[in-house]
C-alpha cells in the first residue's frame, strides 16, 4: 500500500518532534518550518506576478479596500 505526501509529512514532523529535547531545537524546528512555508508563499506569489495574475495595481487596491473594512 502507497502512503501518501501528507501522511509521509505527518510521520516526519512526528519523528522530529519525537527527537526535539530542547527549547533550542523547538526554536530551529519552527524556525525550518517558517522558512518552508514562507519560500513556499514567495514562489506562488512570483508565479502570480509573472502570470499578470497579481500586479502592483491589484495589491495597492487589495490593501485599501482591507483598510475600510476595518
Known amino acids: 500500500m502507497r502512503i501518501s505526501y501528507s501522511d509521509?509529512?505527518?510521520?516526519?514532523?512526528?519523528?522530529?518532534?519525537?527527537?526535539i529535547r530542547t527549547e533550542s531545537e523547538l526554536n530551529e524546528l519552527k524556525l525550518a518550518l517558517s522558512?518552508?512555508?514562507?519560500?513556499?508563499?514567495q514562489k506562488e506569489l512570483a508565479e502570480l506576478w509573472d502570470s499578470g495574475m497579481l500586479d502592483q495595481k491589484k495589491i495597492?487596491?487589495?490593501?485599501?479596500?482591507?483598510?475600510?473594512?476595518?
Open 60 to 70: 495597492l487596491y487589495k490593501g485599501k479596500e482591507r483598510l475600510s473594512s476595518r
Open 35 to 41: 522558512q518552508f512555508f514562507a519560500d513556499k508563499a
Open 8 to 19: 509521509a509529512a505527518q510521520l516526519e514532523l512526528l519523528y522530529a518532534i519525537k527527537n
